[in-house]
């Protein structure tokens, strides 16, 4: 599973919560960004394509070396992007769009310490934002309540497509 978004969504926060209340296990995808990626959206560039595929590359090779259940939070921002990371892992991934109002996740940006994604280019991530379509293996969960009811949603979106 990849819970996928804007950068200041939730995906750390809920993949943590989400591993824990399903008993997988929860990487958070900026761990596999190469140190140049992470120091270009340190400095306020965005990446660009040429940065992102060698990463949803790793991303996609990470969840086919998984044993058990896994879960990743990669902004997947693009439906080529999934595309690419399903075809690498090669098995069906469940993509989670948590997804919320720029506001919201800005305001969320703004209280966050210690990352290197600057609020500042949350305008890029939107802009290039690609919300997940009907025919992906995917649905969006409202980001806008708290941490505990975002799981549960994502929980009862989960059973549901298991039936």
Same mark, same amino acid.
């Given at each position: ?5 804007v950068?200041?969504?939730?995906? =750390? =926060?809920?993949g ?9 296990? &929860?990487? !958070?995808?900026?761990?596999?960004h ?7 959206? *340190? *400095?306020?560039?965005?990446l #660009? !394509? ?14 086919? /070396?998984? %044993? ?6 990669? =902004?997947?921002?693009?439906?080529? &992007? *999934?595309?690419?990371? @399903?075809?690498? @892992?090669?098995?069906v991934i ?5 997804a ?9 940006m ?5 990352h ?10 939107? @802009?290039?934002?690609? $919300?997940? #379509?009907? !025919? %992906?293996?995917a649905? =969006?969960?409202d980001?806008? /309540? $708290?941490?505990? @009811?975002i799981? %549960? ?11």
């Amino acid at each position: 599973m990849v819970l996928m978004g804007v950068a200041g969504c939730g995906k =750390s =926060s809920v993949g943590a919560a989400l591993a824990d209340r399903l008993g997988a296990a &929860y990487l !958070d995808g900026d761990e596999l960004h190469p140190p140049s990626n992470i120091d270009k959206m *340190r *400095r306020g560039v965005a990446l #660009d !394509d040429g940065d992102r595929w060698p990463w949803l590359t790793l991303v996609g090779q990470t969840l086919a /070396r998984a %044993e058990g259940r896994q879960i990743i939070g990669c =902004s997947a921002l693009k439906r080529a &992007y *999934r595309a690419h990371i @399903a075809q690498t @892992a090669g098995e069906v991934i469940t993509f989670v769009h948590l997804a919320g109002s720029p506001e919201v996740i800005k305001a969320r940006m703004h209280a966050r310490t210690g990352h290197f994604m600057p609020a500042g280019l949350l305008a890029s991530q939107f @802009a290039t934002l690609e $919300p997940p #379509d009907a !025919d %992906e293996n995917a649905f =969006s969960v409202d980001i806008d /309540r $708290p941490l505990g @009811a975002i799981v %549960e949603a994502v929980v009862t979106q989960l059973k549901g497509m298991e039936t």
